[in-house]
């Protein structure tokens, strides 16, 4: 979960913000738990963007991409806390598959597969994707067009 401070809002000048959107250059991890960070294709005006947005577990990932074409989604990496007792370092790996399973329990645990072709789960879901025997693949990244192009 991210955490903004009131300290830290970074008012946009007239003309530049979105409606309704505050903007935050500084939050806060409450957690040291992976968390990722999703880069969408968009349309806007007739102009191709990029926007990135930092998702905060594996559950709230799965209900985004839910709502979203798999067309839009442009790369998807996964920032993992050091997993030595202790460290402060945090590293990413960059997800190109994702899979979906439940758990005899009935819980939806979702397996990654990164560039390498190495399968993970983020720290939360280690434990339970043990209990799952069939995963559905439910996302394959393409390689992502320049912009504008």
Not at 68 to 78: G, I, M, S, T, Y
Not at 123 to 148: C, E, F, H
Request: proline share 5%; aromatic share 8%; charged share 25%.
């Amino acid at each position: 979960m991210f955490v903004t401070q009131e300290l830290h809002r970074f008012e946009m000048p007239e003309g530049l913000s979105e409606p309704h959107a505050s903007y935050w250059p500084v939050v806060q991890l409450h957690m040291r738990t992976s968390w990722f960070l999703l880069t969408l294709r968009l349309q806007v005006e007739g102009l191709d963007l990029l926007r990135s947005f930092a998702v905060s577990s594996a559950h709230v990932l799965r209900e985004v991409l839910r709502t979203l074409e798999p067309d839009r989604v442009a790369a998807l990496a996964c920032v993992m806390p050091d997993e030595k007792p202790g460290a402060a370092n945090w590293h990413s790996r960059a997800i190109d598959e994702i899979y979906e399973g439940t758990t005899s329990q009935g819980t939806v645990v979702l397996l990654f597969a990164d560039e390498a072709g190495e399968d993970f789960v983020d720290d939360i879901d280690a434990g339970a994707a043990d209990d799952v025997s069939q995963w559905r693949l439910v996302l394959k990244l393409s390689p992502v067009p320049a912009l504008g192009g």
